[in-house]
Each structure stands twice: as C-alpha cells, then as structure tokens.
C-alpha cells in the first residue's frame, strides 16, 4: 500500500489486532460491560445472555473477542461441543442468527477469518461447524481462513431457523392456508373458548415461570428439565420478553415464551397440557393468538428459533442454510472422521448424531478451495448411499426391490388412477418407524402397505411376526414383481410367512377386520388420501379395532385431522399415528 493511499485510512484500520478466547463464565460476566458500545440496544447479543443459552452439560462457552490497542472492535459467540460430558475440540458458531458483532472499523468478512484463525491456534481445536448463509460476508470470511490455513473443508445443507413473514391483517394470514388448515386454526380457536378458555396476553416473569414448571411436572410435550431452564434464563436476560399462555378455570394449559426486537419477534419454548386437553391443539391455539396480536402491533417478522413444522412450515421464507465443516488436515483426523462417514448410515439415530458432530454428509475433493461457493450435491451423495442399501437388501433376500419406477405406460387398477411414482424405502427409516410402533404382540395385527410397490416394505415387515402383511398396489406390472419377489423371498430374519400382494386401487381395498398397521410412503396425493382415511374410518365403525397408520417422510401429515387421529411419534422422517375412539 502506498504513503498516500495509508494516510487516507482511519488510524483504526492501521492497528494491528489481537484475539483472545474468552472460556469463563467470570471473564463474560466482565466482558458484558466491556461491550455495550456494540449492541446496539439488543440484548440477545449481551454475553450474559449467551452464557444464559449454553447448556453446561453439552456445551463449553468459546468466545473470540477481537481488540484493537485497548479496544474491542469485534466479538464472535462460539461453543464447543461436548459429548457424554467429554470435550470433542469440535467448536459450533451460528452466524445466521446475529453471533457476530463488530463495531464497524472491521469488516464481518475478515472479522470471521480472524476468529477462525485464533480458534484454530489452539492445539485442542479439531474443527469447526459454521451455519452460515451462502454468498454473506461470514461465507466469504470462512473461505479465506481455509485458503490461509490450508483446512479441510465441506458442506451440507441443514434444516434451521424459521422465518414467517406476517401480512397486513390476520385475515390474509389465513388465507396463505388450504381450505383444511385454515378451518382447523378456526375450529379448535372456537372449542377453546367455548370450553371457558381465556387467552393471556401478558404475563409476569414469575407467573411464566410458576406455570411452565407445573406444566413440566406432568412430563408434557415441550418440557424437558434441561431446555425448559435453559429457556428460563434466557427469557430473564432480555428486555423486551414475550410471555404468554392459555388458561382454562384459571390454570395456564400452555404457554409461550421468546421475545420481541427492533425487527422482529422470536418463539422461543412452548410447553402445551395435551395429556389433559389432547383434542383442543393448544399449540395451534396459542400461536394463532399470538400472530393475530403481531399482526395488528404492525409486527413483520415471527422467527420460530431452531424451526417450527405445519402448517407454518410451507409459508415460511426457503432461505439456504448451510452447515460448514472445517477441519485440521492430520492424518489421524481424516482417518476418524473417514470412519465416522462411514458408520452413520449403520449406527441407531441417536449415535448417529453425535457422529454428524464429526463428519460431514460431503467431502469435496482435497485442494478443492470453493467449496463454499456453490450448492453441494448432498443429494447425489444420499442416492448413491441409498442404491449401495437397496443393492445389499435385494441380494442377501434374493429379491428384486430397487430401482425408482414411474407409472407412465402401466397398467393401472381402479376408476381414479391417480398416484405417484414408485421409490424403495429406505431400510434404516422404515425399520425404524417399526421399531417404535407401540405394539406388544405382533401377531394381533394385520401389517397393509398401500402403494407396496415391488414389496421392500413388505420384507422389512416380516422381520416382525405380523398376523399377515398384506401389500396393495395398483400398477399391474408393479405387482407381479412384488409376487414374484414373494416367492423368492429368503431371509434368517424372517418372522411372518404370511405375505401377499394385491392389484387394488387403494380406495377399493377392504381392509381385514384385524388390528392394522397401515403404511404409506407417500404413495398418493392428498384427494386420495382423504378418501383412503374415511374408508379406513368406515371399517373401524363398522369393525371397532386398532389402527395405526405409519407414514414415512410424510408429505401429506396436514391432510391427518387431529380430531380423529391421535400422533404418537412424529419425527423428520416418519408419523406414527393412532385411530382415536369412533362412536
């Protein structure tokens, strides 16, 4: 840089900087008054309340303070992750929700490289896993702190964050929904008022705190021990919280906490009484209150912190996440986290999970530098993994199940001829889903996969001793697979001998008068569906008996009516739902 074009630069921007990490919770407490300058009035960038939102027994607090002379000119919010109380050098930063603050005389870009590069001068500091959004500044920062550093890098796209933007009136919001959704928001808003309800609209720390600890005793949706005083001293850091709930003969059944900012509103913890008042929806309820009350204090912005499901879910904006994997390139390193790739897909969800911590879903190839700067193929890579599965399926049971199928040019059965391309489900999900069905003696249930296809989920079903598994396919030339795959069938770990297949329209079908497990895997759309649900409803009138409907990446879970079926386990990649009582 020339004598000339130095001089025109702030004397600020000629200082050298100097980065500390910042562990206890002592040294935070005493940087809370260091930085106020940096705020800007928010109080979720305060470091008390980033200490009040570390969970200690997975967490270590990591905090990269960036000074200049006797300054502070940035901060970074960071962690390290603990697994079983261990430390794993493994430090998570998410800058998608504003862990990063300067006071302007450095740029976000290099403010990121900085703490990246301090963090990684520690020899305990195995990686780094970064939310970030694609093309920002904290993007282009974590570029060049793996070009500086010579770092291992990759990426993935994660599920985070939820933002909704609110419209002009409640009204409007209503009508973003189907026809279905926007008559449930009404129905179970009426039901809780007519039963007496009454909606609070403030409350006071105290009584916030009284009612979401009663609620917790009675072990509900929402209220583990941990998250539920995790989220208690969060709400006491901020300035502005939103508390509210409903009550109902004067005692709260659900309540809400988060809190309001400049530009937005963030939901934060809900802790519903559904065991008591399982057919009112009060997360439904509450939240339609809330939303009308934001709308009409001009409120533009709902942010569900950590993501929010539907039906809010399709009407929130389809920003990009990305999670960043940057690691030292040791050898050791590489081997662990090679292994750990490889382990996923073989391991039960939970240790799954913690190896996701380790190794991330892509590997770019080495030296390849961009790998931030364009979409990664995580889903080629899941196609690959899923053809490897179904190949190994297929040859250990002497069966032909793999392989994606669309109905163009086949033979289809019944008047409506109306479903969806023909995709193998993937063992892992499926064995899953099985495995928490809530049932003691499998042979009282008759196990129906509509839309079965050549019959994988038929075979994954033998492995449990079922009454009879039956599977209902259209597609004439689908079918005959299917029985021909029957008839090949050979497997150590089959425990049902009873297996057949159908060519049925799925609204033909007359389903056994046994107890019923029925599966979908998104077989058809939602006006199928419905019909396929009243005929379910119709056999049970007539044949009182349990039913539990098992859905797989359930794509049509709006069209389930709470009012008649009863959700026991609901997770990313499988519904297990049960039939409730019919008069």
Known sequence: MSKTVQ????QAFCIPTRELIYSSAYDLNRLSGQVQHLLRGRATLDPRFYLAS????SWNPRVVVISRDQDIVGVVYAKERKIAGISTGLIFIDTVLDNIVTDGSIDTERLVEKAINRLFRDRNVRGLRLFISPGKAEHRGVQSAVMSQSLDGSHAPVEHHAFLRLPANYEHFLQQFGKHTRRNFRYYRRGFELAGGQYAAEMTFEDFRSAALRLASKDVVGADAEGLNRALNMLAEVKRPLLIGLRINGEYVSVLGGWHESDRT?????????????KMSLSIVLRAYLIEELIRQRVHTLLFWAGVGEPYL????????ICAFVDRTSFSWRMVRRFSRSAIAWLPTPMADH????????????GDLAFLGSPISIGRLRNAISRLEGWWFDRTRHVSTNGAVTLDGLSL??????????LPSRSATVRLALRNLPIIEHHDYTFVDLGSGKGRMLFLAAEYPFRKIVGVEFAMELHSEAQQNIARYRSRKKRCSKIESVNLDATDYIFPHDNLVIALFNPFGPEVMQRVLRHIQESVVEYPRDVLLMMLFPELATVIDPRDWHILKCTRRYHIYRLKSLK
């Open 7 to 10: 001089a025109q630069l702030p």
């Open 54 to 57: 570390i969970s200690p027994t």
């Open 266 to 278: 963030t939901v934060f913890i809900q802790v519903n009484d559904d065991q008591d008042h399982a």
């Open 314 to 321: 399709s009407q929130c904006e389809p920003g990009r996440t």
């Open 355 to 366: 190896l996701r911590w380790i190794a991330p879903q892509h590997r770019e190839p080495e």
């Open 413 to 422: 059965a019944g008047d409506h001829k109306q479903g969806l391309m023909y």
